[in-house]
């Protein structure tokens, strides 16, 4: 597997990976797929200020993993919010894991120090969400830091939001 940079170019293979996770879960709370040239245009602007990059395995992507700003006040400049998707048939298999690292080192060369995710949860699970999100970012190191009750609605059922929290550098 190798890691690089995302581009413009590889938008149409990162919609395909992530239009699932929008028309068939929860994990993603957006309800409608974006076309191909807002979906660009985010990478694009995503790249102006932030890593996102790509994991290929045999020359095709396989997986993304980007961060963004957690607000866009200056006090929050050292921390900011990561998103991870892996094509269906490649989870579990450990790219994940060094997607999630590669974008870590990324982000501690940038002068990061926070790392946030925001998951969406629901206990039990339901047919459109697991809590896979949850228990891999506990693997990478991340913490639970909140919990917002019912907050998003998608497949006429309420789900909770967590914000897990990871610290990749010291606050001086």
């Not at 006429?156 to 990749?168: C, L, T």
């Amino acid at each position: 597997m190798t890691i690089r940079k995302a581009t413009p170019e590889d938008t149409e293979r990162l919609l395909t990976i992530y239009t699932p996770y929008i028309e068939n879960t929860a994990i993603t709370f957006e309800y409608d797929v974006p076309t191909i040239e807002e979906f660009r245009q985010r990478i694009k602007d995503t790249l102006c200020e932030y890593p996102y990059l790509v994991a290929e395995e045999d020359g095709l992507v396989i997986g993304y993993a980007y961060a963004g700003p957690l607000k866009k006040r200056a006090a929050y400049q050292w921390a900011v919010e990561t998103s991870i998707y892996l094509d269906k048939d490649y989870r579990g298999k450990g790219f994940g894991t060094a997607l999630q690292e590669a974008l870590e080192e990324a982000l501690r060369q940038r002068g990061i120090l926070n790392l946030y995710a925001c998951i969406s949860y629901i206990d039990p699970e339901d047919e459109y969400l697991s809590l896979d999100s949850v228990r891999f970012h506990e693997h990478m190191g991340f913490q639970l830091a909140a919990r917002f009750h019912q907050c998003g609605k998608k497949f006429g059922r309420w789900y909770d939001v967590v914000w897990m929290e990871k610290i990749i550098g010291e606050h001086e």
